[in-house]
């Protein structure tokens, strides 16, 4: 009985025992469970996961029409963690040969102790796959061997890389990114904080030292920078290039330039240099070549300003397109004696002729009509001297001194052209003003941002301010188209079908390097229909050797590319006729007569 007892009091013991340490067992799992579920779920992720940024792919530039010029592309770069790594020499040449990179390279970047090194930047996807495939082939050899001289400790980091689609077409423009992704040129600098995306964050198992496939979750998403729609139209921008390139080659020139404007909206419809550049492929090239020179390089314009002198001196009324000067070959004035580009005998020509056969000497007469300060503020408000405002990185203002610097020969060289400098840009502006009845409107390449959703946002409109009278403009016009004909300076710019006014510019050259006057800059600009201008186009041409006349040199391009753009466009002409402009006395006093006769 005794026993009996003994034992009972034993087994209740026992029941009490595990009574207790089944309640201290559901206690402990109601805290690791419930209470403190979320401080263990956090350290096993710690253990278990790691996070790694999701770059966020930058945004596109594109054409009007959508047709990218730059774009994103997924790429892979291939990191180390040193530390794992055992024999570099040996996991130098097994990993070399497979991802293209010297075995010296390759053994640098893996020997050490930092826990981050890269060994391979902005592959394609398909290396990294490469990679893994033969580290895991490898791997479970010597498994099966029970050797352990694994190869770990390699990881793949998700990037982009930059494409650019149409190569050298508009490099200058569109610019480049440095090896960090950032914008270093061109509308990738400037545009930078538009086009960059943000980035994310993803988590991911790690298994043996790499990322287990399979494992990735995004935790926050990457968002796509916003995407860029310029206001160039590929095509265009296509003939012009080729037209611009071929010039530069059969002339021997340095380089040059063609913009094509809209001169309404200030849209910048092509935009080509040569020579250029692939900013796919920049190993060699210059930093001057990667310079955008139509708004960076300034140059004396020569007899294309003479539109500036005339349309000022017509717009304070001091002379007419039919006032008549006695225009000589050559002028003094102050100290030095001014030349027309060649010789001939004294001329009577009206203020149209003067224009049509580009004569400095006559410029001067016209210019000696305005005050200097006159002079000086309507070149001013035509835009010399002054940004653009055109968004475009390192744009020069230009060159203009102020009034108080000026000697006894500034006014006299000014007026014809020379003295001061722009930019092609500048110049392709003040043309525009002249087709645009007098209203100057800021020159800008973007036409719209769309966002990582799509919705696409027009850029606002530029801005614009009144330089001549809508009547003088007209006037102007209408001189400027007695340039393009047979008379004219440039017969190779007139388009059979259409009415086109223009101007030529031959310029002696600055050279810098000599501080003297070396070369010659060759330009035409124009415009077309003359009656109701569609498209500004500035031909620029740079130090040519040989033939050096504007209109021989960049009357045919303009010819060609505006050609183009009108019937890509389907501009039709207006069906108006030329209005005819005296372009001597002796034409004046006929026309007079002729009105006399035929009220």
């Not at 009108?566 to 402009?581: A, D, F």
């Amino acid at each position: 009985m005794g026993n009996f007892s003994l034992a009972k009091g034993r087994i209740r013991v026992l029941i009490i025992t595990a009574l207790v340490f089944l309640l201290a067992f559901g206690m402990r799992l109601v805290q690791i469970q419930a209470v403190q579920a979320a401080t263990y779920q956090a350290r096993a992720n710690n253990e278990m996961f790691l996070t790694r940024s999701l770059p966020a792919p930058r945004g596109e530039i594109t054409d009007i029409n959508g047709v990218a010029f730059a774009r994103s592309v997924a790429a892979t770069s291939i990191v180390v963690d040193q530390t794992l790594i055992t024999d570099p020499q040996r996991v130098a040449e097994f990993v070399a040969p497979i991802i293209g990179i010297p075995t010296a390279d390759v053994a640098k970047s893996i020997t050490g102790t930092h826990r981050w090194s890269m060994v391979y930047r902005n592959g394609k996807p398909e290396t990294w796959k490469l990679l893994s495939d033969a580290m895991n082939t490898y791997n479970l050899q010597l498994s099966k061997k029970n050797i352990s001289n694994r190869i770990v400790g390699f990881f793949p980091e998700r990037s982009y890389i930059r494409e650019y689609p149409s190569g050298p077409l508009l490099a200058s423009l569109i610019g480049f990114v440095n090896d960090a992704g950032i914008g270093a040129t061109g509308l990738e600098e400037s545009q930078n904080s538009t086009i960059t995306g943000v980035d994310g964050k993803y988590s991911y198992a790690n298994g043996y030292a790499a990322e287990i496939p399979g494992s990735q979750s995004e935790i926050v998403p990457a968002k796509t920078g916003a995407s860029i729609r310029l206001s160039i139209n590929r095509d265009i921008q296509w003939v012009a290039s080729k037209a611009i390139s071929d010039a530069v080659k059969s002339s021997g020139a340095v380089s040059g330039t063609v913009i094509v404007m809209d001169p309404k909206t200030g849209q910048i419809i092509a935009h080509a240099t040569a020579p250029t550049f692939d900013p796919n492929n920049r190993k060699g090239v210059s930093l001057t070549l990667m310079r955008n020179p139509s708004v960076q390089d300034v140059y004396e314009p020569g007899s294309t300003g003479k539109v500036m002198t005339m349309a000022a001196a017509i717009e304070e009324k001091v002379v007419t397109p039919d006032t008549v000067f006695t225009v000589p070959y050559q002028l003094k004035r102050s100290a030095k004696i001014f030349r027309d580009h060649q010789k001939h005998a004294t001329e009577r020509l009206t203020v149209s002729g003067i224009l049509a056969e580009s004569s400095n000497t006559g410029s001067i007469q016209i210019g000696e009509k305005l005050d200097n300060q006159k002079l000086y503020d309507y070149l001013k408000k035509f835009g010399v001297g002054v940004n653009t405002g055109s968004g475009l990185p390192g744009e020069s203002q230009g060159i203009l001194a102020p009034v108080s610097q000026w000697s006894g020969t500034s006014a006299p060289t000014i007026a014809f052209g020379q003295g001061y400098s722009v930019t092609a840009m500048q110049a392709t502006s003040i043309f525009a003003t002249i087709a645009n009845n007098g209203i100057r409107v800021t020159p800008s390449v973007i036409a719209g941002t769309s966002d990582s959703s799509g919705h696409f946002t027009p850029a606002p409109a530029r801005a614009s301010e009144r330089v001549v009278s809508a009547e003088t403009a007209q006037k102007m016009r209408i001189m400027m188209e007695s340039v393009v004909s047979a008379n004219g300076t440039a017969p190779a710019a007139a388009i059979p079908g259409y009415r086109v006014a223009g101007k030529t510019g031959t310029a002696m050259r600055y050279n810098s390097a000599c501080n003297c006057y070396s070369g010659y800059t060759a330009s035409f600009i124009g415009f077309a229909p003359a009656d109701k201008p569609r498209y500004v186009i500035s031909v620029t041409i740079q130090d040519p050797k040989g033939l050096h006349w504007g209109g021989a040199l960049g009357g045919p391009v303009f010819k060609q590319v505006m050609s183009f753009a009108l019937k890509s466009e389907h501009v039709s002409p207006t069906g108006t006729k030329v209005v005819p402009v005296a372009l001597n006395e002796a034409e004046l006093k006929a026309r007079i007569k002729k009105a006399a006769v035929n009220p």
